[in-house]
């Protein structure tokens, strides 16, 4: 990702995981929030890399705003020939429109109850239809959810709005899923690499039996395995990201690969993190809760690990191509041959 | 409290460049080997890189200008990019080939020489190797050292004309078939506490006299590796490798090529591929749950060992990544012959296709050792946690 832009970034983030609204206007007016709408539409036409960069950096932030949703909503958007609108967005797959109307009964979508509108992914007449839906109150329901992420449940029965356009050709079910499912995978990778932070910075002040826990072998093991599953999905994240390099859309086996390693490395890293930080790490005023919870609710977001390995396998055993083949082949390869 | 504002990858694994030549490059490999594998040349080896030797098979890659990739052309190398060689190690470990005569010597021995050997050193040896005919092993561990390797006591001392080498080296991998052995010994006594002085490597002639070679059989039965005794071999001058007392830059230096490529997780490939095959027409949800996730562990390592190997081509030393993409990828081979057998659960062995028992067998049975060799696991969560400032 482009330095400055991280830079940038990571300015507007800091420091800011408190306060919602201040940090949403940082970013609307640093431009971040168009990140990934065309220029042509008054954007910053970043591509796929940064982009799923940006949702990384936000996740290592724990934006507590709808961020990464509203880059992937505009992307769709822009996808679909729509120019994306400012303010907050979310989406979710589902619903039917039938002459003019849109029905659409979605459970615990995130920021449901923060955003000012959702993106559905609905079936049409004719196709899928993208439908970017306004959300009044009496529409959202909060819902339970361990995320902190104002999800709601959402209930329509409206007109079809104007700004409705048939979905693009590639954005089948399983295409959106994977979308956000990146989203996710890059949010967490983000979210563990700034656990081992929080981990590293306890462990070389906190000292028992007269030295920093960082200086004995068992905790500095526990870092080192919590860096290499950070990193082992932060590349699977780049991966796939890389696989949507030229404007098309994600390689939705890579994005599967992502999701898996980022589901499997959140429960060690949360796991070893908790650990070596003791009880402090396990009250709410600590900040590693912030990531933790986020964690435990991306990993089960968009498919969990199990359902998209059975989505990889299956598909693997279905096309009958030798599995080496998938892994190191020149076309196939899972989207690294990029 | 810290606002995790410093959050970012402590690691950098960047994308590969895109390479048609690389590409190219692996088409050509892969149809060689098919023709090999058609032809009888060999048969798919689980560890092949450590067990599966055949001399012929080295010198016919070397015939073809696949060893000694990435070395200069006038020592008899191919003056390519690290993810050219990258390519050709993929597809050697994904097919099993016998590739174990000239591992040592192709990853590690050679690139070793080009950086620290002489110029004569460099001309005698690296076109043999490079063509296939000059094999390596390692002369690190000893009985008495092995994650502790400063403890080496093998001795040179300096001799009228040269040296004299006193010791022994165990687990040298292929030592029997080897020509040469870079061998670390000390040749002065450690600087007070500091251990880490004092030490040197020699390029030692495996058949000169007063070396003797005797193999160690595995757990499988099998002679892969040796111990190595040196009963006042007389080494010339120029069987000095490097610098005098710079050893332990150097072996560091060389432990850090022997960790960095793919054999680390790649040798499972033949055997998850099998097993796939295996599972054709009974795959299930629960058979494709556990494949899917071993498809996604070792698809992020190959793009993790592939940043590795386009470090090196940036001019980087990505010890510490490839310490991590090692440690990472032992741990995975585990997990893939657990996994292995839990979606292989439920099909008799009498179904399986030809190869695949063999191959698993094979596999459980090298499990023990892929955690240890190049470095253990603790040894390279260590250097990981160095990295993170830990140590």
Sequence with gaps: ?338 | MLDASDAGARFRFPAPVPDPEAEALRAEVRGFLEAERAAGGFTPRADCWVSAADPAFSARLGARGWLGLTWPTEYGGGGRPPLHRHAVTEELLAAGAPVAAHWVADRQSGGHILKFGTEAQKREILPRIAAGACFFAIGMSEPQAGSDLAAVATKAERVEGGWRLTGRKIWSTGAHISHYMIVLARTSPPEGRNRQAGLSQFLVDLKAPGVSVSGIKDLAGVVHFNETLFDGVELPEDALLGEEGGGWAQVTAELAMERSGPERFLTVLALMTATMEALKGRMDARRAAVMGRLMARMSALRRMSRGVAQLLQEGASPEVEAALVKEMGTRFEKEAVAGVREALSGLPREEWPAGLETLLDASVMALPSNSLRGGTTEIMRGIVARRLGMR
């Design chain 1, 1 to 338: 990702m482009d330095r400055m832009v991280a830079e940038t970034a990571a300015r507007v983030f800091s420091g800011r995981s408190e306060d919602p609204a201040a940090l949403w206007a940082a970013l609307e007016e640093t431009g971040l929030t168009a990140a990934a709408t065309p220029e042509a539409m008054g954007g910053a036409g970043f591509g796929a890399e940064e982009v799923w960069g940006l949702m990384r950096l936000s996740g290592a932030h724990a934006a507590p705003v709808p961020f990464a949703e509203t880059l992937l909503a505009a992307r769709l958007l822009a996808a679909a020939g729509s120019e994306p609108p400012a303010g907050r967005m979310t989406l979710a797959a589902g619903g039917t429109i039938r002459e003019g109307r849109v029905t659409a009964s979605l459970k615990a979508v995130p920021w449901g109850a923060a955003a000012e509108r959702v993106l559905l992914l609905a079936e049409g007449e004719t196709g899928p239809v993208l439908a970017l839906m306004e959300i009044p109150d009496a529409a959202a329901t909060p819902a339970p959810g361990i995320g902190e992420d104002a999800a709601a449940d959402l209930v329509f029965d409206a007109d079809l709005p104007e700004a409705a356009a048939p979905a693009p050709n590639w954005l089948t079910p399983l295409a959106f899923r994977a979308e956000l499912a990146l989203a996710r995978a890059a949010q967490m990778a983000g979210a563990m690499e700034a656990s081992l932070e929080l981990t590293l910075a306890h462990t070389s002040v906190r000292e028992q039996f007269g030295r920093p826990l960082a200086k004995f072998q068992a905790i500095q093991h526990m870092l080192a395995e919590m860096a290499g599953e950070a990193a082992a999905a932060g590349a699977a994240v780049e991966a796939a990201a890389e696989s949507a390099a030229a404007g098309g859309p994600v390689d939705w086996r890579a994005a599967a690969v992502a999701k898996i390693r980022a589901g499997e490395a959140a429960e060690r890293v949360s796991a070893h993190a908790h650990q070596a930080h003791g009880a402090i790490g396990y009250t709410y005023e600590y900040d590693l809760r912030k990531f933790s919870r986020r964690l435990w609710r991306w990993r089960d977001e968009a498919g969990d690990e199990t359902e998209w390995a059975v989505a990889l396998a299956t598909a693997a055993d279905e096309e009958g191509t030798p599995l080496s083949e998938w892994i190191i082949g020149p076309v196939q390869g899972l989207g690294v041959n990029v």
